[in-house]
Structure formats: C-alpha cells, structure tokens
C-alpha cells in the first residue's frame, strides 16, 4: 500500500433550505460494509490521535464538524490530507501509519471501519509497521 492509495471520496450531499444531508453505504460509497462507526471529539488543539497502522483495517475519516490533519505514511512516503468537509471522506487502507493532528475547537472525527475492534490488528510501533511494510514489499517483489 502507498499513501496514494488513500482517496478523497466526495459523499452525496442533499442541500436543502433546512440543512444539509450527507450519508454513506457500505459497499456503494466505500468499498466495504461498515462493522464499526466511532467518533473522536473534545480533543485539545495541541493534542495527536492514531499514531498507528492496521494490518487489515480499512477506514473512512470523515471531518463531521470542524477540521484536522491526517498525516499519512506507507513507511517510504509522507502525505499530509487536511480534512474540513463534511461530505469529504479519506479512504486509508491497510497498511498505512496515520497520525491525526491539528484538530479545530469543536471538531469531531467520525471513522466507519470495515471490521470490529481488535488491538491484534494494530502495529502502534513504528519500527515494528516499518519491518512489517519492508517484508511485504520483498515478498511482493520476489
Ligand atoms: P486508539 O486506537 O489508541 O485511539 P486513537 O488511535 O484514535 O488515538 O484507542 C484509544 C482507546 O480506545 C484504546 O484503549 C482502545 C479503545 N478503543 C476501543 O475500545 N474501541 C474502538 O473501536 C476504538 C477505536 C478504540
């Protein structure tokens, strides 16, 4: 995986007099059905969040309210997204150590996952995801 695996998705946007509507379905807007939704709010400006990668995971970030950077890493490449729409979502697939930080006042980060939570999927060890994405590339390549 590269960090330009990562993809900006535009999500449909229903704009009405009384608000605006956005939604997501799993396997039509993302390419996977959605296990598991959760949401990082009230985070202090100063503050990180990820600082990790799966080894199967693949999530969709989307800016709900406010905004936040997403500073992607395939272990050869770095890219930073800045998310600040909420019908922009961020595809990471496996593979990828994300940080997310700068986040605005009153910003909320929702995450729809394809699989439950499990820790056994997380490298939270940069060396380690780096041996990890090293191997995959050799086998990969041989
Ligand atoms: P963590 O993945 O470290 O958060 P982030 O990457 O956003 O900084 O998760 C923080 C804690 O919350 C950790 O103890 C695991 C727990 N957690 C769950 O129990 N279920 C979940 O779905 C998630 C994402 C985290």
Known sequence: MS?????????PR??????????????RHIPYDIRRVYYLYDVPSAVERGGHAHRNLVQLLIAVAGSFDVVLDDGDSEHTITLNRPYIGLLIPRMI?????NFSSGAVCLVLASLPYDEADYYRDYTEFFTAVKLEHEKAMS
Request: proline share 4%.
């Open 97 to 101: 150590w994300r940080v997310i930080n």
């Open 3 to 11: 960090v330009w695996d990562c993809q900006l998705v535009e999500l």
């Open 14 to 27: 229903i704009i009405d007099p009384r608000g605006s509507l956005s939604f997501v379905e799993g396997s």
